[in-house]
């Protein structure tokens, strides 16, 4: 038996609190959300506060389940979040205790709650739901409350009411007029009236409506057409001092009986969904049968039908006598064959009807089929929902560590939301049988379970996933943006520059800018096929790359401007990208072969030649303004030959320096056979 311990109880206390007041918070929302649907039905209707109260205990057992796994997400998310923040999360790990070990207590309390919301929704709220559709049902069949507003229409049961002006004191109407339409719309009667008053009976179910100084006029209903003809229709006009009319209003609410309901899929539990799932399905498949049966037998003439004896009596009959059907339809006359085709047509419409009517009845049955089976699969995804979000709610504060109601509030609704369209949208394709049931109601879960694993495993790694300087650098990678380098003078200067190595490492730096095959034809789009088919690296970008941040490191311990600032303008080359995107054929080839995510990754090497042909010019500028400042800093500076007399600039290039800075400095050799420009291999990179 697992034993609590204090570190067990410190963890649950904090939890606890937290989770109680999430509920609360998430249940107010929820309770909030659901009266905005039924506002419209609510409001007007004088309601008592005890079918209101009733109403709202109902809507709230009702959403109990789904405000369960959203107060757990919260509540793990602050929860953790709290704990990074205030280091007590990093004062466990010292101890040595790891994340699965500090999630344990919340987890053993989690799996009994998954138990307690299916057991919650498989009988309470089931109950719940038959008297909250009772409710509404009787809420909306109710008769509104007498407050006639002034200026509109105002419609009530067979009559509609038109008040210009009303005096709540007296509670007097003022210029009215009443629709009558209780005996049918062809014979309304319209009533106007100086003035008038309204009054409930003491049983509340008639009101009388006494009028003042108006006229009654009204259409009578004559068999006779030619009436309508010479003279007009008939009518009845009536002039009066005063007048009452009664109507039949009952103000009364009644509340219908919860057990009308209980055929709806929310109010049943697992085992009556089970229990009507196999029925409607053995239903369904014997009207087939018995509908294929039907369709089979069905004599199109209106024969009866041939018993298998005089069926193959028949058949044989043919078969020693053949007749030819042009013949016998010649025997016929034209009368008969017309009547013959009319009969057929007629029967054939017939049965088209009955079996239109057939699939309809089938599909209804069908459908709903399906909103039994999607009740059956929702309530064991939203139990398992609850410990899916504790698995993304802890490791995600302990690796975001803010607590508070701020960005943890913010990200759990984001993933509720997320959650929630998930879920919703295939429940809904499942329901109209777009998709597989099973598919439909568990592809939320099927998103969550994952992604809760990973960030287990990420936050017990105590990875930086949510660092913002990694999402930047990857964003930046990503889409192929330059990075300006920041070069700063030292104020204390340990290791000075070593000259001899910086003269020789920018002179390699140099050769192997001037000799980077193909680099007039970066601006071109790459070959696709090559770029996935024909893995090769570009190794000769990642040592130009590794030997200017060597430059720049180490010549940053200068003291002279010209060279800090030279440094500041050398581009921050990335060593990967202008060829094969990855370093793994199988990776190239998928990719390839996947032609729109292809298309994305080629323009995106594209944009990274784009990038590196701006790289290399910048560069080149670059060092030479390096040269220059070599040449300011040491007046015997000896610049080298150019490399190209083509690519040769204005400004001088360094190989070698003054006998009295260098006097041991041999000029480096020149550059092995497998170190020549690969241009026939670069070629291919193109079209």
Request: charged fraction near 20%.
């Amino acid at each position: 038996m697992y034993k609590l311990k204090r570190l067990d109880t410190f963890i649950l206390g904090k939890f606890l609190q937290l989770f109680v007041g999430a509920f609360f918070i998430c249940l107010f929302v929820f309770v909030m959300q659901f009266m905005w649907r039924y506002v419209d039905d609510l409001v007007g209707k004088g309601l008592t506060a005890a079918v209101l109260g009733k109403f709202f205990w109902y809507v709230c057992i009702s959403l109990v389940p789904t405000s369960l796994p959203l107060a757990v997400l919260l509540a793990s998310l602050i929860t953790f979040g709290n704990m990074g923040e205030n280091l007590e999360l990093l004062s466990m790990k010292a101890a040595g205790v790891p994340l699965v070990r500090i999630m344990r207590p919340i987890f053993l309390l989690v799996l009994p709650l998954t138990f307690v919301v299916y057991y919650f929704q498989n009988n309470i709220a089931t109950d719940a739901q038959k008297s909250l559709r009772s409710l509404l049902v009787s809420i909306k069949i109710s008769q509104p409350a007498v407050e006639i507003p002034e200026g509109v229409f105002y419609s009530m049961k067979n009559f509609n009411l038109y008040v210009e002006k009303k005096n709540a004191e007296t509670g007097m109407l003022y210029h009215t007029i009443i629709y009558k339409v209780d005996q049918g719309f062809d014979r309304a009667q319209i009533v106007l009236a100086d003035s008038a008053r309204i009054e409930l009976t003491a049983d509340k179910m008639h009101m009388r409506l006494t009028l003042w100084d108006g006229e009654q006029f009204q259409n009578l209903k004559s068999d006779n057409m030619n009436v309508f003809k010479s003279q007009g229709a008939p009518y009845d006009r009536e002039t009066f001092d005063y007048k009452q009319l009664i109507f039949d209003f009952d103000s009364n609410f009644n509340e219908l009986e919860a057990s009308q309901f209980a055929d709806i899929p929310q109010a049943k539990d697992m085992r009556e969904l089970n229990h009507y799932v196999d029925s409607v399905n053995h239903l369904i498949d014997s009207s087939a049968v018995a509908y294929f049966n039907g369709i089979s037998s069905a004599p199109i003439y209106g024969a009866k039908p041939l018993s298998r004896k005089d069926s193959l009596a028949a058949v044989r009959a043919f078969e020693k006598h053949p007749v030819s059907f042009d013949l016998l339809l010649k025997k016929w006359k034209a009368e008969q064959q017309n009547a013959a085709r009319q009969m057929a047509v007629a029967r054939l419409q017939s049965l088209s009807s009955q079996y239109d009517w057939q699939s309809e009845t089938v599909e209804d049955q069908i459908w709903y089929l399906r909103r039994h089976e999607v009740e059956w699969h929702q309530r064991i995804t939203l139990s398992l929902a609850c410990l899916l979000f504790f698995f993304i709610g802890a490791p995600l504060g302990a690796i975001i560590r803010k607590g508070g109601l701020g960005l943890p509030t913010i990200i759990s609704v984001l993933i509720f939301i997320f959650y929630y369209v998930i879920n919703t949208s295939g429940m809904k394709m499942a329901r109209d049988g777009n998709i597989n049931m099973v598919l439909g109601m568990w592809i939320s879960s099927m998103i969550l379970a994952p992604a809760g694993a990973y960030l287990t495993f990420m936050a017990n790694r105590d990875a930086m996933l949510f660092n913002r300087d990694v999402v930047v650098e990857r964003f930046r990678k990503f889409f192929a943006l330059r990075v300006k380098r920041h070069v700063f003078r030292k104020e204390v200067i340990i290791n000075p520059p070593d000259w001899e190595a910086d003269f020789r490492l920018a002179a390699a730096v140099r050769r192997d800018l001037e000799a980077y095959p193909g680099k007039k034809r970066l601006w071109l789009p790459p070959n696709y096929f090559a770029l996935f088919f024909r893995h090769r690296p570009d190794t000769r970008v990642k040592r130009l790359a590794d030997n200017v941040e060597t430059l720049v490191e180490d010549l940053n311990n200068s003291t002279s401007p010209q060279i800090l600032s030279a440094l500041g303008d050398m581009p921050v080359l990335y060593d990967g990208g202008t060829r094969s995107p990855f370093a793994k054929r199988r990776i190239n080839w998928v990719l390839g072969a996947l032609f729109p995510l292809g298309l994305v990754i080629w323009m995106r090497v594209w944009r990274f030649r784009f990038r590196l042909a701006r790289d290399l010019r910048q560069l080149r500028k670059a060092l030479d303004r390096l040269d220059a400042a070599f040449a300011e800093q040491m007046p015997n500076y000896a610049p080298p030959a150019p490399h190209d007399a083509e690519e040769a600039p204005e400004s001088s290039r360094p190989a070698s320096v003054a006998a009295d800075q260098m006097p041991d400095y041999a000029p480096p050799a020149p550059r092995d056979a497998e170190e020549a420009p690969e241009s026939s291999d670069e070629q291919g990179d193109n079209h």
